[in-house]
T-cell receptor, first 111, second 114 residues
Framework: LAKTTQPISMDSYEGQEVNITCSHN???????ITWYQQFPSQGPRFIIQGYKTKVTNEVASLFIPADRKSSTLSLPRVSLSDTAVYYC????????????FGAGTRLAVHP | NAGVTQTPKFRVLKTGQSMTLLCAQDMNHEYMYWYRQDPGMGLRLIHY???????AKGEVPDGYNVSRLKKQNFLLGLESAAPSQTSVYFCASSLTGGPQETQYFGPGTRLLVL
């Protein structure tokens, strides 16, 4: 499984757009990129997943360049409730579902 | 649907005691997982199951045992608890295997071993 690197922490203010970039230089051809969100005292929650180009859902957007060696999670107009830890994971489709969680990015949204 | 539930929410053990953590899911998922999360770290996979009656070791299996006698339940056992097993334990499930499948997590069990 490809190792991921993401910033340890980020700060933002309410109403701003937040972009969290994840580096995965050794991503393989069949790997998917998935982001999870974890609030304090809760289990992680799936946010978004992509393979290439751009994916958007009601919560976030995921931008993946052509070389797929990095990806950027974009949270539009964050609120205080978006304060959480965000994990970037890379794993191969098929086989058993092994998720490797790094330390994640701690996002703090300020009033 | 309740999703994934875990019992108990919090437990204090003395070194050497045993206990069982229960995970239940009502989504008819085939795959179930047990993770542990230590302060400031991501989750690490302890054991997983790809279906009723099957179990397999994950990243950090030592000191733990698991059983999947019913499809909806996945039990994690500590036979002789050690302080190093103080952690937050999360159970998760997914419909099938593969990282493209969403994993659904429970609320966690906080375990303190004295």
């Amino acid at each position: 499984l490809a190792k991921t690197t993401q910033p340890i922490s980020m700060d933002s203010y309410e109403g701003q757009e937040v972009n969290i970039t994840c580096s995965h230089n050794n991503i393989a051809t069949n790997d998917y990129i998935t982001w999870y969100q974890q609030f304090p005292s809760q289990g992680p929650r799936f946010i978004i997943q992509g393979y290439k180009t751009k994916v958007t859902n009601e919560v976030a957007s995921l931008f993946i360049p052509a070389d797929r060696k990095s990806s950027t999670l974009s949270l539009p107009r964050v609120s205080l409730s978006d304060t959480a830890v965000y994990y970037c994971l890379v794993g191969e489709a098929g086989g058993y579902n092994k998720l490797i969680f790094g330390a994640g990015t701690r996002l703090a949204v300020h009033p | 649907n309740a999703g994934v539930t875990q019992t108990p929410k919090f437990r204090v053990l003395k070194t050497g005691q045993s206990m069982t953590l229960l995970c239940a899911q009502d989504m008819n998922h085939e795959y179930m997982y047990w993770y542990r999360q230590d302060p400031g770290m991501g989750l690490r996979l302890i054991h997983y199951s790809v279906g009723e009656g099957t179990t397999a070791k994950g990243e950090v299996p030592d000191g733990y045992n698991v059983s999947r006698l019913k499809k909806q339940n996945f039990l994690l056992g500590l036979e002789s608890a050690a302080p190093s097993q103080t952690s937050v334990y999360f159970c998760a499930s997914s419909l099938t295997g593969g990282p493209q499948e969403t994993q659904y997590f429970g609320p966690g069990t906080r375990l303190l071993v004295l």
